[in-house]
């Protein structure tokens, strides 16, 4: 056989992704620039870029942002903290969480509310985590790495729940569970899955490509959750080699070397030109047009927020 490309798809863009950097060019065009974004609206480098290239200036917390402005929530969403701080200071604030981020901030409310001890399973430090926890800061433990399973204590063994970030590895998380659920036999599972149907169908997709495959490059950036768990899960489903990327410039020709089948996917948050490039790029070494492999078809869309006009458009 000769030199072969397996192009996973889905891949790229999801609907809560697209809606948020809509969200943001909306912004810029009924508002106008300067338009501030705190935290980056979505891990991607080359997103952020052009968007600042627009006018719009990323902050790392609310005070960066002068009285007045208008400023945006990314799509991986703050602690009720953060809106009020935005409040207090006189900002326009216009929310680009994704929906299904604000479905776990609901679980949160609606289980502490109900005197549950919740358990959230997703990566320490990461903003959808923190502003995930920031909703009952009392009720929530994170659980991360084995240690947190052994070590996590609760009062009431009897009323506790886990819940997780939404862009985790499904295996990953399933394992965090179990491990729960062997010290907590009463403990409750979450009234539908909380990893994003995006993160879930990009995971399968390269599980389907990557036994065939002696390299997969994934496209996204490094602070991209759901990206770097692609890198992993195509490790695990049997590549031979796998490597994040932000763009086909950080290709290294070393990899191709003895390499008969390229596999090439991207995360949630990765336009689709990046992709195309990397295809070039490869096609510059003598590669052939590549092979989609479909696994799923994503059609859904999320309306923009009601402080803007019109409908999302499909990137």
């Not at 790229?12 to 974004?37: M, N, S």
């Not at 994170?142 to 729940?161: G, M, N, Q, R």
């Not at 390299?215 to 994040?244: I, P, T």
């Not at 191709?256 to 390229?262: G, M, Q, R």
Request: contains cysteine.
């Amino acid at each position: 056989m000769g030199r072969r490309i397996l192009l996973a798809a889905p891949r790229g863009f999801c609907a809560g992704v697209d809606r948020a950097i809509v969200t943001v060019e909306r912004a810029l065009d009924q508002y106008g620039p300067p338009i501030y974004v705190r935290k980056e609206i979505v891990h991607n480098k080359h997103v952020v870029q052009t968007l600042r290239d627009r006018g719009v200036v990323f902050v790392d917390e609310i005070d960066d942002v002068p009285a007045g402005s208008v400023v945006v929530f990314s799509a991986h969403g703050v602690s009720p903290k953060v809106k009020k701080d935005a409040r207090d200071q006189g900002l326009m604030a216009i929310d680009a969480t994704c929906p299904l981020v604000t479905k776990v901030h609901q679980e949160v409310i609606r289980f502490a509310k109900d005197g549950y001890q919740i358990l959230l399973v997703g990566h320490e430090g990461h903003e959808e985590v923190e502003g995930t926890m920031g909703e009952a800061p009392d009720r929530v433990q994170l659980i991360d790495t084995a240690e947190d399973v052994d070590s996590v204590a609760v009062d009431d063994p009897s009323k506790v729940i886990w819940l997780s970030q939404t862009t985790l590895s499904v295996d990953e998380t399933m394992e965090r569970v179990e491990g729960l659920k062997e010290r907590f036999n009463l403990l409750a599972d979450p009234p539908s899955s909380d990893i994003c149907y995006a993160t879930q169908n990009r995971q399968v997709a390269v599980k389907q490509i990557a036994p065939s495959c002696d390299l997969v490059l994934v496209v996204g950036s490094r602070n991209s959750s759901n990206s770097v768990r692609l890198v992993e899960v195509a490790l695990q489903a049997g590549a031979a080699a796998a490597y994040l990327i932000d763009s086909a410039r950080e290709i290294e020709l070393s990899w191709l070397d003895s390499v008969t089948t390229v596999g090439v996917t991207s995360g949630a948050s990765v336009p689709e030109i990046l992709v195309t490039e990397v295809v070039d790029f490869l096609a510059g070494q003598g590669w052939p047009e590549p092979e989609e492999v479909v696994t799923a078809e994503e059609r859904q869309v999320f309306a923009l927020p009601r402080t803007l006009s019109g409908k999302p458009s499909r990137s």
